[in-house]
Structures are given as structure tokens and as C-alpha cells.
């Protein structure tokens, strides 16, 4: 946390977001592949993907950190639960 502005009952804080959640549409175990790790990828991957919409209640700002989607990790395990991670700053 930093930015600590207690006259206004605001502050800043960097942290890592990550969300988890099954779309069964996804899922490759069933269809005859002999995969059986997750698939990874950054933000091209993300970008395939329906998500979740995620907000912070009576956030005043926020920002991705990291250079060119590099800090955002996606992952597809075999039974269709996808992980997204993600390096945030929020006001």
C-alpha cells in the first residue's frame, strides 16, 4: 500500500489479481487428445477467451502493471478451469 491519503480515505496499492473459474467449453480430455497438462499463454491467449468481468467497488483509478501483457499469465487445464493472473494498481 502506499499513498496512504487519510484526509480523503484514499490509497494506492500494487497487487496480483487472479481469477479461476470452469467453461466447460473448454475442456480437452474428453476429445482424444493425449494432453494432459495445461495449456499457457499471456495476453494473446487472454484475448481468446470469454472472461469475467472484475471491478473493485469505488475504485477511484486502476492500470495493468507490466510491459506489454508480459505480467498477465493464462492457463487452460484439461478440464476447462482457467486461470488468469495479473499485476494491478489500484486507487
Do not use: C
Amino acid at each position: 500500500m502506499q499513498n496512504l491519503d487519510t484526509q480523503n480515505l484514499q490509497f494506492t496499492m500494487q497487487m496480483r489479481l487472479q481469477v479461476r473459474y470452469v467453461d466447460p467449453r473448454l475442456a480437452f480430455k474428453k476429445v482424444g487428445s493425449n494432453r494432459t497438462d495445461r495449456i499457457l499463454g499471456e495476453e494473446e491467449l487472454k484475448k481468446d477467451l470469454w472472461i469475467p468481468h472484475t471491478f473493485f467497488h469505488n475504485e477511484k483509478s486502476s492500470a495493468v502493471l507490466g510491459s506489454q501483457g508480459k505480467d498477465i499469465i493464462t492457463s487452460v487445464l484439461s478440464d476447462g478451469t482457467v486461470l488468469i493472473s495479473s499485476r494491478l494498481q489500484v486507487s
